[in-house]
């Protein structure tokens, strides 16, 4: 293949070399190396902006982790010349545009780390197969992108919800889930579901007073701190968590019953109420009781 028409597949800028690529059998795969430089005659100072084309030495190439390329492991070696800045007479390492700095991982492989990121399906471990790194530099790049993400939503729709998901966080062993149920969307996943937290988290919520309706489990503190930021009277509580709660009061009565017969575990009645089979018809609607 022409090196041209490599540098196109590899989606390099027209102002990269390709000078040579080399195949290599590492670990029984084979790895593809290419080395590049730049065709330019002359690099951006980065301290001041002029152009200089003075030039000051070459550096020892450095090996950067690039995007797979026909399902080989690829990696540019890129040969960087250094200028002497004739305004600022400042020396500075020419910018290829394929890496940030020192950084050994290609701009365009981060790129691929974070879009993968979205993929629900894919594990940490997979998006490193994927893209020839290791499951740390994907967790570092992620949260290296998600520095600036704001801490909490600015604002909030008319009507929420709330649910909890068992999870390990730095704040404890449940995460608190933040839905707008209109339009299926998950607004935040917080660390804690604890009151204070709650509070701290919501209070910081501009329009949080015009929220109407909020729908959420029987949990105490979830409604009280609800009601504290919120300012709502209309709580709505999900069905699986209402109905598990009116269940567990008609088993109650019914342990309750079987307790009174306690002392005369042979009797008709704690055998009946005591019965598995008899137990879980309780749980059953009407209509399925019959016969
Ligand atoms: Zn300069």
Do not use: W
């Not at 200089?52 to 950067?64: E, G, Q, R, T």
């Not at 007073?209 to 503190?221: A, E, F, S, T």
Request: hydrophobic residues 30%; glycine residues 4%; proline residues 2%.
């Amino acid at each position: 293949m022409k090196k041209e028409d490599l540098r196109k597949l590899l989606s390099l800028e027209s102002s990269i070399d390709i000078t040579n690529v080399d195949i290599k059998k590492e670990g029984g795969k084979n790895n593809k190396y290419v080395y590049v430089k730049s065709n330019k005659k002359k690099a951006r100072c980065l301290k001041c902006g002029n152009f200089s084309n003075k030039l000051h030495d070459y550096l020892k190439p450095v090996k950067i982790v690039y995007l797979k390329n026909s399902g080989e492991n690829t990696y540019l070696i890129a040969s960087k010349r250094r200028f002497k800045c004739k305004a600022c007479k400042k020396t500075f390492t020419e910018d290829l545009g394929l890496n940030g700095g020192r950084c050994s991982i290609s701009y365009k492989t981060k790129q691929m780390i974070l879009k993968e990121c979205l993929d629900r399906n894919k594990t940490l471990e997979d998006i490193a197969k994927d893209c020839n790194v290791s499951t740390d530099t994907v967790r570092r790049i992620f949260l290296e992108a998600m520095k600036n993400y704001p801490e909490n939503v600015d604002t909030l729709p008319e009507v929420i919800s709330f649910d909890e998901t068992s999870t390990y966080t730095c704040a404890g062993t449940y995460s608190f889930v933040l839905n707008d149920p209109i339009h299926k969307i998950t607004l935040d996943i917080l660390s804690s579901r604890k009151k204070d937290f709650l509070i701290s988290y919501f209070s910081k919520v501009k329009n949080r007073k015009l929220v109407k309706v909020v729908i959420c489990d029987l949990k105490d503190h979830i409604t009280r701190s609800s009601k504290f930021v919120f300012q709502t009277q209309f709580f709505a509580h999900e069905p699986f968590h209402y109905t598990r709660y009116v269940l567990k009061g008609l088993d109650d009565v019914r342990i309750r019953l079987q307790n009174e017969y306690e002392e005369n575990k042979k009797s008709y009645e704690y055998r009946m109420l005591k019965n598995r089979v008899n137990s879980k018809l309780i749980l059953k609607a009407f209509d399925y009781t019959k016969g």
